[in-house]
C-alpha cells in the first residue's frame, strides 16, 4: 500500500495538466477574424467607428470566435502601403498572410443623419464568401452598434451554401412555374432555394410563356422575385387577298372595256361599204349591258379587296409596334 503511493502521484499531476490545458487548446482552436476595411459615407457621428467596432466585437464574441479590430490590422500593415484598402484576391491573400488569418471582414456604413445603411462581407483569401445588410432608421449610433453586433453574429453563424428562403410570383397571379431541383409549382411560390442562378420558367393560358433567370444571394436581404408574363396577341394577316385583288381588278377593267365596246357597236351595219346597204346590224346591245355589269361588279369586288387589306395592314403594324414597345 506504501509503495504504491508514489505512483498516485505523477498521474494525479498528469491529470491536472491536462485539465488545465484543455480551455487553452479551445482557445488556440477559436476562429479569427480581421476587420480589413470600415468604409464611411455620408454624415457620420465622430464616435461611429469606436462604437462600430465595439458592436462588431460582441457580436464575433457571441459566435464564439475572436476579432482583430481594423486599427490592430492597421498596425499589422503599416509599412506595406500597397495593402491598404485594398481588396483584390492578390492583396486579400497577402493581407492574410500578415494578420493571421484567412477569415476577412469588410464594413460599409452609409449615414444619411440619423439614418444608417449597414453591409457587412465575410472574405477570404479568393474574394467575397457571404454579405449581410441591415438598416436603423432614426437610431443612435448605439444602436447601430447593436444592429452591427447581430448581424455580424447572423453572418458568422450562417452555413455556408445552405439553402435560403426564397419567394417567387408572377403578374398575373396563378402561373405554373417550372423550377429546376422542385418541379412544377404553382404561383406564388415560396420554398428554399442553394444561393446562385436558377432558371424559372412560368406559363399559363392566353399568355406567353416566360424565362427569367433569377440569383439568389446569401445576403440576408428578402429573397423576392417576380416574373411578368406577356399577354397573346393575335395578330392580322397582312395582303388577305393577295394576288387575288389585283387578278379581279383586270378582269373587271376587261369586262367593263368589252362591255363598252359592244354597247357601241349595238345598231351599227355589219359592213363599211360606202352607199351600200347593209342586209344586218349589230345586236350587241344586251351582252355589252350583262359584261359591262359584271365588270362593274367585279370592280367593286376589286376595290372591297384592296380597302380591306389596307385596314388588315394597319393593324397589324399597330399591333406589331404595340408589341415591341
Known amino acids: 500500500m506504501i509503495s504504491s503511493s508514489p505512483?498516485?502521484?505523477?498521474?494525479?499531476v498528469l491529470f491536472a495538466l491536462v485539465w488545465l490545458a484543455a480551455p487553452a487548446r479551445a482557445e488556440e482552436t477559436a476562429p479569427l477574424y480581421a476587420v480589413v476595411a470600415i468604409e464611411v459615407s455620408g454624415d457620420a457621428d465622430p464616435t461611429l467607428r469606436a462604437q462600430l467596432q465595439a458592436g462588431l466585437a460582441?457580436?464575433?464574441?457571441e459566435a464564439g470566435a475572436e476579432l482583430l479590430g481594423y486599427d490592430d490590422v492597421q498596425e499589422l500593415l503599416a509599412g506595406k502601403a500597397a495593402l491598404v484598402g485594398c481588396t483584390s484576391t492578390t492583396c486579400l491573400a497577402s493581407i492574410a498572410e500578415v494578420v493571421g488569418t484567412t477569415q476577412l471582414l469588410r464594413v460599409r456604413i452609409a449615414a444619411t443623419g440619423a439614418n444608417y445603411e449597414v453591409e457587412l462581407e465575410l472574405l477570404d483569401a479568393e474574394g467575397p464568401v457571404r454579405r449581410r445588410t441591415g438598416s436603423c432608421t432614426v437610431c443612435t449610433v448605439a444602436d447601430l452598434a447593436d444592429l452591427a453586433a447581430t448581424r455580424i453574429l447572423d453572418l458568422l453563424t450562417a452555413v455556408a451554401g445552405a439553402p435560403l428562403p426564397v419567394?417567387?410570383?408572377?403578374?398575373?397571379?396563378?402561373?405554373?412555374?417550372?423550377?429546376?431541383?422542385?418541379?412544377e409549382v404553382s404561383a406564388p411560390w415560396t420554398g428554399a432555394l442553394a444561393p446562385g442562378s436558377h432558371a424559372i420558367e412560368a406559363s399559363r393560358p392566353?399568355?406567353?410563356?416566360?424565362?427569367?433567370?433569377?440569383?439568389?444571394v446569401d445576403d440576408g436581404s428578402e429573397q423576392r422575385f417576380e416574373i411578368t408574363l406577356a399577354a397573346i396577341t393575335t395578330r392580322a394577316r397582312r395582303r388577305t387577298f393577295g394576288w387575288m385583288k389585283w387578278a379581279a381588278a383586270g378582269a373587271s377593267f376587261a369586262a367593263i372595256v368589252t362591255g363598252?365596246?359592244?354597247?357601241?357597236?349595238?345598231?351599227?351595219?355589219?359592213?363599211?361599204?360606202?352607199?351600200?346597204?347593209?342586209?344586218?346590224?349589230?345586236?350587241?346591245?344586251?351582252?355589252?349591258a350583262v359584261i359591262g355589269i359584271v365588270g362593274l361588279a367585279g370592280g367593286a369586288a376589286a376595290g372591297w379587296m384592296f380597302w380591306s387589306d389596307h385596314q388588315a395592314a394597319k393593324q397589324s403594324a399597330g399591333v406589331s409596334y404595340a408589341w415591341r414597345f
Open 58 to 61: 460582441r457580436g464575433v464574441n
Open 167 to 183: 419567394e417567387i410570383a408572377t403578374t398575373p397571379g396563378g402561373a405554373t412555374l417550372t423550377i429546376p431541383g422542385v418541379g
Open 206 to 216: 392566353g399568355f406567353e410563356p416566360a424565362r427569367q433567370e433569377i440569383t439568389v
Open 7 to 12: 505512483m498516485r502521484v505523477p498521474l494525479l
Open 260 to 288: 363598252g365596246i359592244l354597247l357601241g357597236l349595238e345598231g351599227n351595219p355589219t359592213c363599211d361599204v360606202s352607199n351600200a346597204t347593209c342586209p344586218e346590224e349589230y345586236a350587241t346591245g344586251t351582252a355589252g
